[in-house]
T-cell receptor
Framework: AQSVTQPDIHITVSEGASLELRCNYS??????LFWYVQSPGQGLQLLLK??????LVQGIKGFEAEFKRSQSSFNLRKPSVHWSDAAEYFC????????????FGQGTTLQVKP | DTAVSQTPKYLVTQMGNDKSIKCEQN?????MYWYKQDSKKFLKIMFS???????INETVPNRFSPKSPDKAHLNLHINSLELGDSAVYFC??????????????FGPGTRLTVL
């Protein structure tokens, strides 16, 4: 069955430090992969997505993610974190069947220390 | 503003009541979704409609009934509310079904509390 695992439930980084959020997926073919961010009390906003081509994808707000098929991973990175990046981050995979169904990981809460 | 909007933002009600949550998108999208986010922030799809036609119907109690009067609206009606229905419900939309790479645009959520 398709699934997404985000191993880190909670991460704390200092402002200005680099960030990497891990995501592993289980899927039998080339997946459609997404990272969404949820700010407190808000809906989800797409940061970036991968579905083909260059395995390093750039997103909004200075985020990037790298698709590694051999590791079944799609980790999110940012070189320098800002206090406004504190939020919940969700990795998701598009389910088979072209229905638009997304399967989400359990999320990673990012806290940013001043 | 172009967006996905939901009403109400907060809903507090007693067990056994019937309630509805409304969702509207003015993005011109064909496909709309309902997601449930539980207290551990886990997000799971419940339903999706494409141009008023039901596409996804996950294993949810039949107390939950989506209704799409037109492709810009997808409402969620819940009968006989139970404590376990307490959650945040998100509506989302995307350009069309059959396009799994399309971005989904999410509404701000409706926090339902069942007492």
């Amino acid at each position: 069955a398709q699934s997404v695992t985000q191993p880190d439930i909670h991460i704390t980084v200092s402002e200005g430090a680099s960030l990497e959020l891990r995501c592993n997926y289980s899927y039998g073919a080339t997946p459609y992969l997404f990272w969404y961010v949820q700010s407190p009390g808000q809906g989800l906003q797409l940061l970036l997505k991968y579905f083909s081509g260059d395995t390093l994808v750039q997103g909004i707000k200075g985020f990037e993610a790298e698709f590694k098929r051999s590791q079944s991973s799609f980790n999110l990175r940012k070189p320098s974190v800002h206090w406004s990046d504190a939020a919940e981050y969700f990795c998701a995979v598009g389910a088979r069947g072209n229905t638009g169904k997304l399967i989400f990981g359990q999320g990673t809460t990012l806290q940013v220390k001043p | 503003d172009t967006a996905v909007s939901q009403t109400p933002k907060y809903l507090v009600t007693q067990m056994g009541n019937d309630k509805s949550i409304k969702c509207e998108q003015n993005l011109g999208h064909d496909t709309m979704y309902w997601y449930k986010q539980d207290s551990k922030k886990f997000l799971k799809i419940m339903f999706s409609y494409n141009n008023k036609e039901l596409i996804i119907n996950e294993t949810v109690p039949n107390r939950f009934s989506p209704k799409s009067p037109d492709k810009a609206h997808l409402n969620l009606h819940i009968n006989s509310l139970e404590l376990g229905d307490s959650a945040v419900y998100f509506c989302a939309s995307s350009l069309a079904s059959g396009r799994p790479a399309d971005e989904q645009f999410f509404g701000p959520g409706t926090r339902l509390t069942v007492l």
